[in-house]
């Protein structure tokens, strides 16, 4: 019987994909608990539509993927079925290394990155299938003799980015993020081993960049999801540290056994820990300390379920260490607090985007006179301005409002 099935996707429509191997897979209890990780971690807060999860983004970027390949195929590259499968395989568990919320979490529940996980977990597959994703690792990796088919899975303009600019736009209602992914697809080619774009796609390229700058600036980067992120970082700092004091015991549960190992991280057993969690855990662990002792997972717990998020103070150059002393102790005096347990709940923090790499630049194919040139060369929009950080501060809010009287 044919493992083939029709997936309705609210951007894509109806979508299925070629080889049956690639539905073993979705079914795969490692690739469902994607369903129960947030694409956009704590956007929600300000984005009430953005609930969508890591599932639907690998599905979509699965889908463009197809999509490309099939078309690169009709112009004539060569691509076998097996590479085509591969391809497939290896964006379709790209992101398969994801912890609860995403990127909000990312490097507290364990240290280690969720791309090195993301690896680890195609080699466990690998085994269990018997070698058959052995080409799809060397894909993700970079290490596979046709280069162009890992600039599909990641590049400056690749499948994963056209996917989640595409559904993040959708899911919070940003239209400045839409892309035209199609056009896109229909306008890349190969050349010379490498993933290029046809001249007459260089204003399709342009949206595409001026798109990720706008959900950069209005999703991505928003002050407030941003001080909603930072809070769920500094509750689980101060969750980990009632651990190591013996206040919080939880032996069964593969949360606590993670966040009371981290220094001890072996690649095996914590693997299998970390497989076994998703938002459900992280939000029970909040819920659990309503009503705590220590005050501070007493409060941050209360704003994380109940929207009460912290102010933030952003800009784009560190904070002096002066006025982050006169948040400490302007707001502990407001809220009739010790300034040791107000200074847990201020958090220093900083967020670097790069819309466009200079030094690995989209490489347009022109037609008179014939060859490469870079995005770069041809563009009238100077898109490369360097990495942007953004500095910011998370405090309570009652310092806000002391100084707007």
């Known amino acids: 019987m044919s493992k083939i099935k029709i997936f309705n996707d609210p951007i894509y429509g109806l979508v299925s994909f070629p080889y049956e191997f690639i539905y073993t897979l979705i079914d795969h209890p490692y690739f469902q608990r994607l369903r129960r990780i947030q694409q956009l971690g704590m956007s929600s807060i300000v984005y009430p539509g953005a609930t969508h999860s890591r599932f639907h983004h690998a599905l979509g970027a699965l889908h463009l993927c197809d999509r490309l390949i099939t078309n ?83 590049g400056q303009i690749d ?42 796609g260089l204003h ?37 540290s009632e651990i190591t004091n013996g206040k919080i015991s939880n032996k069964d549960a593969s949360l606590y056994k993670l966040l009371n190992n981290q220094a001890q991280y072996d690649p095996t057993e914590t693997l299998a820990y970390f497989l076994d969690i998703d938002d459900s855990d992280v939000m029970s662990c909040i819920k659990s300390c309503l009503s705590h002792e220590n005050q501070v997972l007493a409060y941050l717990a209360d704003g994380l379920l109940n929207r009460k998020i912290l102010g933030i103070t952003t800009r784009y150059k560190p904070l002096e260490k002066e006025e982050i002393s006169a948040i400490i102790n302007e707001g502990a005096k407001k809220a009739c607090l010790e300034e040791d347990i107000y200074a847990k709940m201020v958090n220093l923090g900083n967020e670097t985007s790069l819309v466009y790499e200079e030094k690995e630049e989209i490489k347009i194919l022109r037609k008179k ?18 990495p942007h950080t953004l500095y910011f501060v998370t405090y309570p809010k009652e310092i806000v409002e002391k100084r707007r009287h």
């Open 369 to 386: 006179p014939f060859g490469i040139v870079t995005f770069g060369s041809l563009s009238r929009l100077k898109m490369y301005q360097g």
């Open 72 to 154: 690169l195929k009709l112009k004539g590259v060569d691509i076998t079925d097996e590479e085509h499968e591969a391809t497939l395989m290896a964006i379709l568990l790209h992101d398969v290394g994801h912890g609860p919320y995403s990127h909000a979490l990312e490097g507290e529940i364990i240290q280690v990155h969720h791309e090195e996980l993301t690896i680890q977990i195609m080699n466990r597959l690998n085994e269990e299938y018997h070698g058959r994703l052995t080409m799809a690792i060397d894909i993700f990796m970079k290490r596979y003799a046709k280069t162009f088919l890992s600039a599909i899975i990641s």
């Open 204 to 240: 399709s390229i342009e949206k595409f960049l001026l798109s990720r700058y706008f959900m950069y600036q209005q999703v991505y980067l928003h002050k407030t999801a941003l001080a909603a992120d930072h809070m769920l970082k500094v509750f689980f700092n101060e969750y980990k």
């Open 159 to 200: 499948v994963d980015r056209m996917d989640y600019l595409s559904r993040d736009s959708f899911y919070t209602g940003v239209a400045e993020g839409i892309i035209g992914y199609d056009r896109i697809i229909k306008m890349m080619d190969v050349y010379d081993n490498q993933l290029v774009i046809e001249e007459k």
